[in-house]
């Protein structure tokens, strides 16, 4: 199984440049079509399940506005402890 | 999301410390953006945040210091490097860098940069190379390509009339002086990464007061190319790398062995 992942956008910072959207290899980000943010941009968000927690959207993502999370397997996390 | 599964995830990627808690001033999908991001990132990885000064230019990166969280100066346009050198001498044990454009370091700065080249200061230059003057509209840069066009070329840059573009990696490699000189390029995950990588090499080069440093990042500038965020991305691949190849132009041989 892929580890699963989730990320978070800072909305107001994000500029809407669909450079996350488009480096994405899941395919699970998306410009919030129904939103604005304060600087009148559709933000991205996550969209759906899928999420590996790879980093590749924050890696290009020139606002630095993605945290990226990613679970810890319930075997990694007891071989660590 | 439950507290016991929150305690089984770890954050992955979070905004560096050494970036300020502010929005910056640049076009949406300007890679200014993703290089200040990588300098932050190389700062926090080495610890030397509280110790680090940087030198802004002119043009769109300015501002740069209200961007980084450490101390910082602006320069005049071009002379980042001279305004580098003296702070060096005087703070040798600060990390300090030059972050400027291709229209204050490869023109109005030309010689500044290689006076501090040959000299082997021991600084580090960031250099973003965006092919044209973004700050003041998108006029030709000593970067330009061959036939392109820019507001003060409509025609294209024309070789016989306005000379060929500089590379300035290549020719700052030939210079005793010069620990590391090398390209990279922002337009992809991949190649952001290996950009990250050369600018840790560079800063580790300084920490080891090696000499000069300069790390080349090719860089897209969506407004005043005309194009979307994406579509730059892909100009960059494929008019300006053939030009300016990704590489090693210069690389100390002590650095051999050494992984950051
Ligand atoms: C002495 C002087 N000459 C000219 C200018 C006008 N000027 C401002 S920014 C700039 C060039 C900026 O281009 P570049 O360094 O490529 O940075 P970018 O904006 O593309 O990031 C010029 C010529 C100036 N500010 N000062
Ligand atoms: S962390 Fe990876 S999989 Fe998740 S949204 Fe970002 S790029 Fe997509
Ligand atoms: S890369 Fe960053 S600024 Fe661009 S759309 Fe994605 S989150 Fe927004
Ligand atoms: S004008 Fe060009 S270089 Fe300047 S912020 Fe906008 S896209 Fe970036």
Known sequence: MPPKGRIEVNENRCKGCELCTDACPQDVI?????????????????IEAGCTGCGICAIVCPEAAITVYREVSQRAASAEA | MDTAQHELEQVVYQRPESLMEV???????????VAHRLVAEVLDEMQVRQR?????S???????????????????HGRAPAMATGIKRCLPDRIVFTYQ???????????????????????????INNANYGMTGGQM????????????????RDVETQGFPMQAAELLATLEGTSY???????????????KK?????????ARGMGFSIVELLSVCPTNWGMTPLQSLKWLEEAMIPFYPIGDYKVNPALAGLRF
């Open chain 1, 30 to 46: 998306s410009m919030a079509a129904e939103r604005l943010n304060t600087k009148g941009y559709h933000p991205a968000e996550l």
């Open chain 2, 198 to 206: 050369a600018l840790r090499t560079a800063f580790e080069v300084q």
């Open chain 2, 52 to 56: 680090t000064i940087g030198v802004a």
């Open chain 2, 23 to 33: 929005d910056t001033h640049y076009c949406p999908g300007c890679t200014h953006g």
């Open chain 2, 141 to 156: 840069a000593p970067t330009t390509l061959p036939g392109q066009k820019t507001t003060s070329s409509p025609n294209g």
């Open chain 2, 181 to 195: 000189s090398v390209r990279r390029s922002l337009h992809d995950p991949k190649n952001v990464r290996m950009a």
């Open chain 2, 101 to 127: 454009g291709d229209g204050d370091m490869a023109s109005i700065g030309m010689g500044e940069v290689v006076a501090a080249a040959a000299r082997g200061e021991n600084i580090t230059v960031v250099f």
């Open chain 2, 58 to 76: 002119v043009g769109c990166s300015v501002f740069a210091y209200n961007y980084f969280n450490t101390d910082f100066v602006q320069a005049p």
